[in-house]
């Protein structure tokens, strides 16, 4: 049986996100069974910053975390800016963590984590330049390849993305 059979991941994003940190954890999360649904604060479609499209199948106004079992962060700075202004996409964030349901992030897609305030005391990495904001709200940042803590996935760029996938698929499997 597949490793995330009868899981359901939310990816949540909007325009301007890096198109490689959605498309190849969505492989890896479809790949394994799992079912993936994008989220954005806006119905439509959302591109990224080198082209892609990608249709959304839900608000984040209309999301619940309830609804699903683990969710995907992607980066993009354009993306992970925007997306923290949208308070349903910080309140949907922030219920995973309420939840205790895994969350797997990459690049600048912590940035929406400082909003949440979800990072006290958590162990972590992302792109360089967020290190500072990310310590403020209190994750102890250290630049690896692949972070995991308390269900916490984190990677730094698209070069970690084959380290990051195999980590968010083996911990959306053990939730």
Not at 149 to 168: E, I, M, W, Y
Request: hydrophobic content about 40%; overall charge negative.
């Amino acid at each position: 049986m597949p490793e995330l059979a009868n899981k359901k991941i939310a990816f949540l994003l909007t325009n301007g996100y890096e198109d490689s940190e959605l498309t190849s954890p969505w492989e890896a999360v479809t790949q394994a069974g799992g079912e993936a649904v994008l989220v954005a604060p806006k119905a439509g479609q959302v591109e990224g910053k080198k082209g892609h499209t990608q249709s959304v199948d839900l608000t984040s106004a209309d999301a619940s975390a309830d609804d699903f079992d683990a969710l995907v962060l992607p980066g993009g700075v354009v993306n992970a800016d925007h997306l923290r202004m949208d308070e349903a996409a910080v309140a949907f964030t922030k219920a995973f963590f309420d939840a205790d349901k895994p969350v797997a992030v990459i690049c600048h897609g912590g940035w929406i984590l400082t909003d949440a305030d979800v990072l006290q005391g958590r162990r972590m990495t992302s792109y360089s330049s967020l290190k500072t904001d990310l310590r403020n709200a209190g994750a102890d940042w250290v630049d690896e390849e692949v972070v995991v803590d308390q269900g916490l996935v984190s990677s730094r760029t698209p070069d970690d993305l084959p380290a990051f996938n195999a980590k968010l698929v083996e911990e959306f499997a053990q939730s």
